[in-house]
């Protein structure tokens, strides 16, 4: 069953933006162009902001470089090797392992193979810069497959 949005809340829905910091633009967009099959639309700030299109939503590779605080509360620093956050990008390919090894050839790193699933299957890569993605391939209903 969907749920339904309340009508006072469907006028207030906010436009989503991905942002992706990155410590090099043109590595950034070289990985993201070749690698994931996005383009770039355009760089915006002087050049620390690329905007890449070609999925659902734009998603806005930004220049901060290492070392650097995220916030000014913050008590970590930017680092780009790998590091495990709970969000990350999912990509939904139409051949997993002609996505894997794109990816692969444009500096992604492999963590985990392809795994079956209800829905699908999904592979666990991380890009260039230590942010982890995955790519998912559906199986019939896709998510729609589940079971609770």
């Not at 989503?16 to 639309?41: A, H, M, T, W």
């Not at 905007?51 to 995220?70: D, F, H, N, Q, S």
């Not at 997993?96 to 193979?113: F, M, P, Q, S, V």
Request: with cysteine; net charge negative.
């Amino acid at each position: 069953m969907r749920r339904q949005i309340p009508r006072s809340c469907q006028e207030t829905m906010m436009q989503l933006l991905i942002n992706v910091d990155v410590d090099d633009l043109p590595r950034g967009i070289g990985f993201y162009q070749e690698g994931l099959g996005l383009r770039l639309s355009r760089k915006l700030f002087d050049d620390t902001v690329a905007e890449m299109t070609g999925g659902a939503t734009p998603i806005y590779l930004l220049v901060k470089p290492a070392g650097t605080r995220p916030t000014s509360r913050a008590d970590t620093r930017r680092d780009y090797r790998r590091h495990w956050t709970p969000v990350h990008l999912d990509f939904v390919v139409d051949n997993l392992e002609a996505a894997i090894e794109r990816a692969l050839e444009a500096g992604a790193e492999i963590e985990d193979w392809p795994q079956e699933f209800d829905w699908g299957r999904q592979a666990t890569l991380s890009d260039p810069f230590g942010h982890g993605l995955c790519f998912i391939e559906w199986k019939g209903e896709g998510y729609g497959a589940a079971r609770h």
